[in-house]
């Protein structure tokens, strides 16, 4: 059946809410390449949104998955538990950041790892109050759309959202916003809507995702520590894109020399698999009772061992350093394209999290047509690549960490005749 056979097909069956990026429908994967319903095939620089950090079907993931499945693949660990969840907690407790004793709980998507976090603040605070940033994204759930800061297509026609959820812009030098600014802005909301011991947290995004792949400046993140320090506020990083090794640290709190008090991740844990948890501070995890957390399927046993692999996988292979090699000669390409494509008006990203930023030639303005335009080009190509951004002007690189070097240079070539064919157009 081919791929035109199979919208059609999609378009009658499933929720228009479900949106797609592109209309290749994936046959088959293996590391860095997908192959649709035609045998076409694709390099992929999306990795499912940073979830097949690890690539698809990793052998040793694959064989830890095929090992859980002939020993049971769900008991529901709140009923029957077993050890190999109790061990990838003490793996997350000992590799996330802080030196400090640590619990986690697993759930199963982002999202609820975020509601999670956000709950266990406010059980351990007694307070409400919740402050997020400009551009993030938390998740599509009620509360994680409320935390979200981007209306269409999150949040529009959606309200009344969740209560007691305040945002402050975040600093991003090319937009004139500066660390001084936002941390001016969170002064102004503690004078002005909520004051400080009624703040159960603030949740921030190391790198933003959806917003545009703009990194929280050192400077924001340790007066961020400690203002959370002198105010009693729970400090929440959710690293549920930039976690397990895509920004060249295992997470990217690690560049930061502080540490929150909860951390959030998904995605790259389970290698494909669905699963999410909460690692943080012992005290204010178990601030929260028997019973209060958890889900039928959270920790799912297969998924567990899924996790496991990806871990020994991102130790063994050393794909932080792999992420910061392919990361440099992603940038230097892109650097190696301004004169040709003059609408580039920024490239950044830590490690292998990396974007660039359109605006209109000769303007200080988004050109968000650009970015779907070079988009649609790669994918004509071969190069499945994802937009992002507030103004959806920003393409977001997020290829396996594992991709093969020549695949690798193979999508650059891509890339780049797809940017400079799009600019040559637009002249």
């Known amino acids: 059946m081919t791929d035109s056979e199979l919208s059609a097909r999609r378009s009658a069956a499933i929720a228009r809410g479900v949106g797609v990026s592109t209309q290749v429908y994936a046959e088959r994967a293996e590391n860095a390449e997908i192959w649709d319903a035609s045998g076409r095939r694709y390099i992929d620089f999306a990795a499912g949104i940073a979830v097949v950090n690890t690539g698809h079907r990793h052998p040793r993931v694959m064989a830890a998955v095929r090992d859980q499945i002939e020993k049971f693949t769900h008991t529901c660990h709140q009923v029957v538990p077993y050890e190999s969840y109790v061990a990838l907690a003490e793996r997350l407790n000992g590799l996330t950041p802080g030196d400090f004793a640590k619990k986690t709980v697993f759930v199963t998507t982002g999202a609820e790892a975020v509601e999670n976090a956000v709950k266990i603040a406010r059980g351990a605070t007694g307070r409400s109050g919740v402050i997020a940033f400009g551009g993030a994204f938390h998740g599509r759930t009620f509360l ?29 030098e090319l937009h004139g916003i500066s660390v001084a600014d936002s941390l001016a802005a969170l002064e102004r909301l503690f004078k002005a809507d909520i004051e400080p011991a009624r703040v159960a947290a603030i949740i ?37 894109q930039t976690g397990f090794a895509r920004t060249g640290k295992l997470f990217a709190m690690d560049r930061y020399g502080v540490a929150p008090d909860l951390v959030t991740m998904a995605k790259g844990l389970g ?71 003059p609408q580039i008006a920024d490239i950044r990203g830590p490690g292998l999290m990396v974007a660039t930023e359109f605006n209109k030639r000769g ?17 004509e190509k071969g190069l499945i690549l994802l937009t992002c951004g507030t103004y959806g002007n920003v393409i977001r690189f997020l290829p396996p960490l594992t991709v093969a070097d020549d695949t690798f240079t193979e999508a650059l070539d891509l890339l780049e005749a797809a940017m400079v064919e799009v600019a040559g157009a637009a002249a």
């Open 144 to 172: 994680g759309m409320s935390l979200t800061g981007k209306v269409a297509p999150y949040k529009a026609g959606f309200g009344p959202l969740v209560g007691d959820v305040y945002r402050i812009p975040f600093p991003v």
């Open 204 to 240: 921030i995004e190391p790198v933003q995702g959806e917003g545009g792949f703009y990194p929280a400046p050192q400077a924001l993140m340790v007066a961020l520590r400690e203002i959370c320090d002198r105010h009693g506020i729970v400090m929440i990083a959710d690293e549920i």
């Open 271 to 341: 290698g494909g698999f669905p699963i999410a948890a909460v690692t943080g501070k012992a005290e204010i995890v178990d601030a929260v009772g028997p019973g209060a957390l958890g889900g039928t399927y959270g920790g799912n046993p297969v998924a567990v061992a899924a996790a496991h692999a990806v871990l020994d996988v991102i130790e063994d292979e050393d794909l932080c350093n792999r992420a910061e090699q392919l990361g440099a000669r992603l940038k230097q390409r892109l650097e190696s394209l301004r004169q040709s494509v």
């Open 363 to 379: 303007e200080a303005s988004p050109d968000a047509a650009f970015a779907e335009a070079v988009r649609l080009k790669a994918l």
